[in-house]
């Protein structure tokens, strides 16, 4: 019998699980950060949390007092 060699799929599921859950927790920090900054209250900055990246987009599109 021959021994089997360990395939390259392994580390780079490895890589893609670790780059998931950082963009997942990253887009969490960011959203609590702006929340917090817009609207100083902590239940609004727990809620954004949940939402992550999608209330950094919202945010972005909707933030107009940069203009």
Not at 4 to 22: D, H, I, L
Not at 46 to 67: C, E, N, P, Q, R
């Amino acid at each position: 019998m021959t021994a089997q060699s360990p395939t390259n799929a392994e580390p780079a599921n490895k890589v893609t699980n670790t780059v998931t859950q950082t963009g997942i927790s990253l887009g969490s920090v960011i959203a609590v950060v702006i929340s917090w900054d817009r609207n100083k209250s902590l239940l609004w900055a727990i809620i954004h949390g949940i939402f992550g990246w999608l209330y950094v987009i919202y945010y972005a599109l909707t933030d107009f007092s940069k203009k």
